[in-house]
Nanobody, 129 residues
Framework: QVQVVESGGGSVQAGGSLRLSCAVS????????IGWFRQAPGEEREGVAV??????????ADALKGRFTISQDNAENTVTVYLQMNSLKPEDTATYYC????????????????????WGQGTQVTVSS
């Protein structure tokens, strides 16, 4: 049974940092793509960053490059993906979701798409000015 569990959300002032964690178990890491998406109230869910090829390849939303970094640790039965978020802005406030799927569907023409197989429950990030 696949499980996707996020942690690490919270409240921070503008300019601060947060690190989100996502533990994915029961999904063969050799073929998976794990990504972060976010959704603000009244907005569509958007791709933030994904990582695949066992952690060797990453893709970011253009607007977030340089501030967000995605990384991956591989264990025997669990893959943990981190999203380090620096220089946070109030517009980064959203619910952040981790998801697992296949890179061929999640990354198309350089864009991150929410075409995933499994979603986590989400974790709230609030950035105050």
């Amino acid at each position: 049974q696949v499980q996707v569990v996020e942690s690490g959300g919270g409240s921070v002032q503008a300019g601060g940092s947060l690190r989100l964690s996502c533990a994915v178990s029961g999904y063969p890491y050799s073929s998976n793509c794990i990504g972060w998406f976010r959704q603000a109230p009244g907005e569509e869910r958007e791709g933030v960053a994904v990582i695949y090829d066992g952690g060797d390849t990453t893709q970011y939303a253009d607007a977030l490059k340089g501030r967000f970094t995605i990384s991956q640790d591989n264990a025997e039965n669990t893959v943990t993906v981190y999203l380090q978020m620096n220089s946070l802005k109030p517009e980064d406030t959203a619910t952040y979701y981790c998801a697992a799927g296949f890179a061929a569907l999640m990354v198309v023409a350089g864009r991150i798409r929410p075409d995933v197989n499994y979603w986590g429950q989400g974790t709230q990030v609030t950035v105050s000015s």
